[in-house]
C-alpha cells in the first residue's frame, strides 16, 4: 500500500514517525509529511507506541512503479 493511501486514515494531527532501514526520516504530524516522502513510499508494517503511529516503509523502485500501472 502507498504512504499516503495508508495515511488517509488518520487525523492530520496524529503523531508519526517515518521510518525507511532503521533510520527516522520524518518526525511530526500526518498532515505535515512532505509530499516528496508520500509519493514514493510504501508501507511495510506498522504499529502504535506512547501515541506516536511508527511508519515502516520502503521507497518504490521505477520499475515497479510501472508494474503498478500495467
Given at each position: 500500500?502507498?504512504?499516503?493511501?495508508?495515511?488517509?486514515?488518520?487525523?492530520?494531527?496524529?503523531?508519526?514517525?517515518?521510518?525507511?532501514?532503521?533510520?527516522?526520516?520524518?518526525?511530526?504530524?500526518?498532515?505535515?509529511?512532505?509530499?516528496?516522502?508520500?509519493?514514493?513510499?510504501?508501507?511495510?508494517?506498522?504499529?502504535?507506541?506512547?501515541?506516536?503511529?511508527?511508519?515502516?516503509?520502503e521507497i518504490s523502485q521505477p520499475e515497479d512503479m510501472l508494474d503498478e500501472y500495467?
Amino acid at each position: 500500500m502507498r504512504l499516503f493511501e495508508f495515511l488517509s486514515f488518520f487525523d492530520e494531527s496524529t503523531m508519526v514517525k517515518i521510518i525507511d532501514n532503521d533510520e527516522v526520516l520524518m518526525e511530526c504530524k500526518v498532515g505535515e509529511v512532505t509530499q516528496r516522502v508520500l509519493n514514493c513510499r510504501f508501507l511495510k508494517k506498522c504499529h502504535i507506541e506512547n501515541g506516536i503511529l511508527f511508519v515502516y516503509t520502503e521507497i518504490s523502485q521505477p520499475e515497479d512503479m510501472l508494474d503498478e500501472y500495467e
